[in-house]
């Protein structure tokens, strides 16, 4: 310290006075966090703020200002530090801890920096790599190599255009069901007759919303049961679901424990649809997570499959009932599902894989965008932010949205061009290039990316009456309006009493106490301006509080700064700030600042000044409040960067600011009180451009969205004995099963292109046994080959009855074997170990099994040989890790072998799969891996045994092989949708399609044979393959056999986010087996409710 004496009586300084929150230049840091860390404080405006000069001088200037305006603060903290040796120690401490920070600071930039300069590099070399494989085929003729089109609804590119399809299809009923977790959220449609929304964070219910209540339950919550209100006003939609949390918790109201709640429309005449038996608006509450606890988003990962096979079920359900009401006898499948927020995003994209339906997604905020915010601040590093806010496992699911989605709905241009733009499945050139491409009808190469849409929300205008005062002065006599001497309302009254002079007009910011809605720099500009405060009043609505001490701790650290702001300018009798307010009085609070006025006297002209609404926020998504002030007539000062940039350009009723610049907060607050013809023109512009931002009007362009997207949905004939869901009306013997079956022939009609052709030749629409015989077995026997290859089944032929099928949900338990052996000994010990511990009758039908691998179905077989174990043991067999699906059969249906394969689930899951483009892009990857690691030989090579949806990898020496997230990021990065899984202890890669996986598969078999999940027993090990996270939770129930696959954790080290951050430890339908024996099996068995006989 020699030679900087002057740092030492600044550090002391400091230790004295405590917190220069007054200054205007302080950081931002400090105006974010409200509570003041010397050591941050010194990093900040020293180290990184300051050369010495500008610092001594600095302090040279604070220091006396300090000292005088803060002594009972000093005298208050010198005193504890009286002792000279301990000040001398605190000191040292302190400088050795910025030291350690700043050095660890400037050691993330760097970190982040070299991070940011490699994912640039990566992203230009994959769009080269895109743009070369797509220019081959350019000297060709672009039609020669064009992508099919059937099934393609023409796009909608207007409100006019929209309004014409509504009309034309008018007497069609939709159906939306709307999914919304209590942390998260998500949105579905159906089609001509039914859709479904999905959105899944926050409290919700449809009156009396507790908007503030935490940060889970903010606009967005208002947001999302508004849509299904509307959406449930419009022509044609017949039902609108809202699928979110229930509750049932001590700490939060019982109404949010209630299964269904019917949203009241707003006025009877918008409810332009036919009134039908299970029509209208709904909350549809899913029972999920732990029992009897209100949890935070950033908990509730693990429990996203148990989400979607609730929602799942009851999407079912309902359709099933639609289908009887409008569907005629046939199921009402959803068009559309729609998430909100991550986890809804998520829960989307499985419901989307599971149903065979378009998916959409509305981000509302995003965590690579917040995770940079972080990043710069430089308090914490990757690991720590992701240890609060499980931030990359929130990333993954945006980034699975993205993969899954058809449209992605935004609300401003600037959530597209500066936070999509940050994820890997997102390129907005490439995305403009492949829209081209599509539009000529050129190939893409398997390639995709969904198209962003912008659509403000809408807000519901009905009940807004703007206060019209004579807009060129009023009478003098008349300045004292109702609100100013009388108000009648409880909330008029409750913000009034704060004021002195409740004459004047008052700016209101209506924001939660957070660092990011910058209240604190608003204040500090209202106290440092006097004409500002000479000429209005202050009104801080910050949400709903009892006593500061219960709140989070950000929250408590920002409303105490506002608190002792307000006592260092004086505000009192300035500044309002009410505990408690109604979501039923937001409105009321709006009307009072629009009919507050102040009269001043210019020249010859009485001029009459109302109200004024601010949005201080440092980055706002999009900023609803700003739309409800603007419908209430209040002129508006906001932030620039964000939603309130395009709001703004629509309305042009008021001026934008740069939220740090507290100077320009007060000159833009002042311009609009001071200048009435400013004024009066913001309002009008406001009051008459409104009406672009109703909900009619953003139903009208969300369903054009909508209906541009390419139908899809579960597609299969069945007999009319048997139908998903409903019982069959041929009585079945429960001994009826897929393996009982002696000659199980399934026939299917499915194009190279993946779509199936019209006709009668298909799985649930087989003839009788006794009407196939002998010929019909031999064609089966010709086509089956060419189905297990990928090709054309249009010569498949018919085989039993549908009658023998539906037999299958009628097992009261369905063991899952989903166990990763390595060796074939061990998958052949463990499968031989469980046939023993379930020790039931398993030739009486109440008992199936099934085998679910990453092996090919020649491996399995040829496993089964070795153990001299039958095919018709089992009921099905899912194979390469869920991208196939196989029955047994008596006869050699396929390659020879005795499985006949599903060619429904192969056409489920084929949507949005690369083919050919993808597997040259992974042939070039392996051949460069190959090449970066010649001296080691040959790293990977293409396994032979792969097929149409598994391309199959053999790793020679799997610890040179970059992890899964790497190649899945390539992937992405080029805009091919798949699902990478290292499996068999890292010995194998296999890549297939999106939307297929053991567990999806599992969701597929109840959607198709109406296969109760719950019936489902999951055995699977300590570890497994990359895909074992998705095989636990959920409906199903779960038995972990301890000490089994343990080698496999290797293959979790370099994930994205940590395995335990996904798995539900306190799910009760998890249960953990001492080992792998018979006793160990039987005795987790009997904790699930499930006994051997």
Known sequence: MAGNDWINSYLEAILDVGPPIDDPNSSLLLRERGRFSPTRYFVEEVITGFDETDLHRSWARVRPLDLQTSLPTAFAFASSIRNSQERNTRLENMCWRIWNLARQKKQLEGEEEQRTSKKRIERERGRREVIADMSEDLSEGESAHGDSTRGRMPRISSVDAM????????????????????????????????????????????????????????????????????????????????????????EVDRTYGEPTERLNPITSENSMQEIGESSGAYIVRIPFGPSGKYIPKELLWPHIPEFVDGALSHIMQISKVLGEQIGGGQPVWPVVIHGHYADAGNSAA??????????????????????????????????????????????????????????IITSTRQEIEEQWRLYDGFDPILERKLRARIKRNVSCYGRFMPRMAVVPPGMEFHHIVPHDGDMDGEAEGNEETPATTSPDLPIWSEIMRFFTNPRKPMILALARADPKKNITTLVKAFGECRSLRELANLTLIMGNRDAIDDMSSTNASVLLSIFKLIDKYDLYGHVAYPKHHKQSEVPEIYRLAAKTKLSLLFSFNCKLIEGVFINPAFIEPFGLTLIEAAAYGLPIVATKNGGPVD????????????????????????????DKQLWARCKQNGLKNIHLFSWPEHCKTYLARIAS??????????????????????????GTSL??????????????????????DTLGNALEPEESGADGNSQLKSAAPALCEGGSMENAVRGVGAGNFPSLRRRKSIFVIAVDCEMTSDILDTIKTIFGAVGMDRTGGSVGFILSTASTIAEINSVLESGGLSPIEFDAFICNSGSELYYPSS??????????VDSDYCSHIGYRWGGEGLKK???????????????????????????????????????????VKELRRLMRIQALRCHVICCQNGSKLNVIPVLASRSQALRYLYVRWGINLSNFVVFVGECGDTDYEGLLGGAHKTVVLKGVCNDARKLHTNRGYPLEDVIPFDNPNIVESEGCSRDAISAALAKLGLTSS
């Open 163 to 250: 309004e014409s399809w509504a009309s034309q299809h008018k007497e069609k009923k939709i159906y939306f069901v709307l999914i919304r977790h209590y942390d998260d959220c998500m949105v579905a449609l159906s089609s001509f007759n039914s859709t479904f929304l999905c959105s899944l964070h926050g409290l919700i219910r449809g009156e009396g919303m507790e908007l503030g209540r935490d940060s889970d339950t903010g606009g967005q919550v208002k947001y999302v049961v508004e849509l299904a209100r509307a959406l449930g006003a419009m022509a044609g939609v017949y039902r609108v679901d809202l699928l979110t949390r229930q509750i049932s918790a001590p």
């Open 350 to 407: 499985l419901l989307s894989g599971a149903l065979n339906v378009p998916m959409l997604f509305t981000g509302h905020s995003l965590g690579r965008d917040k995770l940079e915010q972080l990043l710069k601040q430089g308090r914490q590093s990757r690991e720590e932010i992701n240890g609060a806010y499980k931030i990359m496992r929130r990333i993954e699911a945006e980034e699975i949205s993205l993969d899954a989605s058809e449209v």
């Open 647 to 674: 709001i703004h350009r629509v309305l042009d009723n008021g001026l934008l600011v740069d939220p740090h610049d507290q100077q320009s907060i007060a000159d833009a607050l002042m311009k609009l009180v001071a």
């Open 709 to 734: 997207c390419r139908p899809r949905h579960p597609q299969w004939q069945r007999s009319e004995s048997f139908d998903i869901g409903y019982e069959s009306s041929e009585p079945n013997s429960p």
């Open 739 to 760: 393996r009982d079956v002696q000659d199980i022939s399934l026939n299917f009609n499915v194009s190279l292109d993946g779509e199936k052709n019209d006709g009668s």
């Open 891 to 900: 006869g050699e249906e396929c390659l020879g072998l005795p499985f006949v």
């Open 921 to 963: 892009t992974l042939v070039r990857w392996v051949s460069s891996l190959n090449e970066k690691k010649g001296n080691d030989g040959q790293l990977i090579a293409e396994d032979e045994s792969g097929s149409a949806h598994c391309y199959a990898f053999k790793v020679k020496n799997p610890p040179l092989i970059p992890p």
